[in-house]
């Protein structure tokens, strides 16, 4: 198969394209394996609303949870098997990827409970658990940039497992994670451990930027409603100038000659809220070498067709975007609420999707006692 123009180009950029999904059936029908072939997709995230939406009321799931409620298993250990299986398949299909790229790409990621963003010791706890269940080099364990993260992020990388940061809003924030993700691979080094194998990303979310701050540029009027539509690229690109500035620092390079990586800025949230945005908007405007863009399957199908991408991001440009959110502030946005509101409420999403998640399995392993 050929791969399509549009998303080589971006590859051939220096962009990654993970997909923002997963699914048994979307492994068992080949539509995965598809878009590996045909749309440079070399990665995939989960979340615990895309396991939420795979799962329940999905009959493939139907045998495996039966056999798992015969023995004895509960909901929490039903859904954990689910999960890290689909995880462990995805990563299977991916493994020539993982090795043809020496792990930077071929990767699919898991997240720790959404129930414990607040809790240090028992997110480490679980991130280790899960990447030993799951069994597969090429696995990311998802830890959310929450303040009680921060930490996590540390061990466990020191730890020598692969973290994919998520639920990043505000560049202050992005600064700690990336100091965090130092911290670790000079722990690591100090443990002896190889640091060449470890490898991490940071999840930058973007278009729910736009959403919050537009409804409060709405609210403010007059000239502040020029302004929709722009803070959300701005913010993700004032993000990509600090990433260079610290993996450019004499830290870093320390690490790097031991052989570290960098820790990749990821875009997420990139499927548009406001239909009056090109669909693209987050992705043409966010190429940058290196970047991951973690796309769901409509965004990528809207890239493969028409997108046309803005010259790749330098220093320059992401000085020039510190100017559009200063603009924001100004006109009266209260960034600094705006960012703890969206992490608040990315935490309080995925933990109620998880919560339904739960409570759905609960009701097949019910039927399936009957």
Do not use: C
């Amino acid at each position: 198969m050929t791969q399509n123009s549009n998303t080589q180009n971006l590859s051939d950029a220096g962009v990654s394209i993970w997909l923002d999904d997963l699914s048994r059936q979307r492994m068992s029908s080949g539509n995965l394996q598809e878009l590996i072939d045909t749309r440079n997709v070399v990665g995939v995230t989960t979340n615990p609303s895309i396991f939420q939406a795979a799962i329940s009321g999905r009959s493939e799931y139907d045998a495996d949870i039966a056999r798992l409620s015969g023995e004895g298993k509960d909901v929490d250990a039903v859904v954990e098997v689910l999960t890290t299986d689909d995880v462990r398949s995805a990563a299977d299909l991916f493994s020539d990827v993982h090795a043809a790229t020496k792990g930077f790409d071929g990767r699919v990621s898991i997240e720790v409970d959404p129930r414990l963003a607040h809790e240090t010791e028992k997110t480490i706890e679980q991130a280790k658990h899960l990447f030993e269940v799951v069994g597969r080099e090429n696995v990311m364990v998802k830890i959310p940039a929450t303040a009680a993260g921060i930490p996590a992020i540390t061990a466990v990388i020191a730890e020598g497992i692969s973290v994919n940061v998520t639920l990043i809003f505000s560049v202050t924030r992005y600064l700690e994670v990336m100091d965090a993700y130092l911290a670790g691979l000079e722990q690591a080094a100090q443990a002896g451990k190889d640091l060449s194998t470890i490898h991490s990303v940071a999840s930058f979310f973007v278009s729910r930027v736009d959403a919050e701050i537009d409804k409060r540029l709405a609210d403010l009027g007059g000239e502040a409603e020029t302004l929709r539509g722009s803070a959300g690229v701005a913010n993700a690109q004032v993000a990509f100038g600090k990433y260079l500035e610290v993996f450019g620092s004499e830290r870093f390079t320390a690490l790097s000659s031991q052989g570290a990586h960098v820790q990749r800025p990821l875009w997420a949230s990139t499927g548009v809220k406001n239909p009056d945005y090109a669909d693209t908007l987050y992705v043409d405007n966010l190429v940058a070498d290196p970047s991951v863009n973690t796309m769901p399957e409509k965004t990528l199908e809207a890239t493969a067709d028409h997108s046309e991408p803005a010259a790749p991001l330098t220093a320059e440009k992401a000085a020039s975007a510190e100017t559009v959110l200063q603009r924001v502030a100004q006109a009266g946005v209260d960034l600094d609420d705006v960012f703890a509101l969206l992490e608040r409420e990315g935490v309080e999403k995925f933990e109620k999707a998880w919560n339904e998640l739960l409570e759905t399995v609960s009701a097949s392993i019910d039927d399936a006692r009957a």
